[in-house]
């Protein structure tokens, strides 16, 4: 009876230890280069949110898609209105770290204006998704810099680390009830951020996590016979990033406890 329930357990055993093992590759921290880090700088930013759910792939409201369209394009023409809602993202990505690993972070500004920065923003193209923020990188522009290129690049901005962050926000989650285009769905984001930091003297990265995914948001946005409510995105779009930023959190200080590997 005693090998019978042994054998009942092995196949829960690897389900945890395949779950443990996953996770300690899709987040990675090397707490002794961490350590030196005072300052640093969020260099490369990405932003994409897609709040269409399988519903509306399946039928949609042509009164309501021409409505979302001339929202889309309305704000696409507007690069102030366009770029609110990731700027207020990025500040929270810098105010979390500063907050959580007592690091400096770089203002937006200083950032945007620095020559070195928009040397590589010019430089290297971007074929698709345009930058989130005018004036800094694509998360793409900065997965392709060498070593050199981030040492020069930590040097001009005068910080210990360079950080790239890609937030991607999708449907979590949604109440109510459409059919055929009619009725009221209510859609609760859901934010998954990957993070990288490089220290100017390291190949590899000192923290790197692949996809932390918070909780899905308390607000929704109501989408109306096919047509979005705005009233509450943006909120709804914050509370999703700081949900995504507490887990990123929650990884970083769970990875940087474990047992170091021998």
Known sequence: MKNRRMCLSLPLMLLVLAQTLAGCASVQVKPAPLANVHKAALVAF???????????????????????????????????????????????????????LHWTMLPLQDVAANPAVQQIVTSIKVFGDSPAITGVMHPYQGDR??????????????????????????????????????????????????????APQDEEPIWRDRGATGDKATTGVANTMGVQNDSTRDAALAEATTLSLDKLIARYHEQAAAPAAK
């Open 46 to 100: 990405g932003w994409s949110v897609d709040l269409s759910s399988e519903e509306d792939k399946k039928v949609s409201s042509s009164i309501g898609d021409i409505i979302n369209t001339s929202k889309a394009i309305a704000e696409a023409s507007d690069a102030s209105t366009r770029e609110l809602v990731p700027r207020n993202a990025y500040d929270a990505v810098s105010k979390k770290i500063d907050e959580n």
């Open 145 to 198: 810099l060498s070593s050199a290129q981030r040492k020069e690049l930590a040097e001009k901005l005068g910080v210990d680390a360079v950080v790239f962050a890609d937030v991607k926000i999708k449907v979590g989650g949604t109440s109510g009830f459409a059919m055929a285009g009619m009725g009221s769905i209510t859609k609760y984001p859901q934010a998954t951020i990957a993070l990288t930091v490089y």
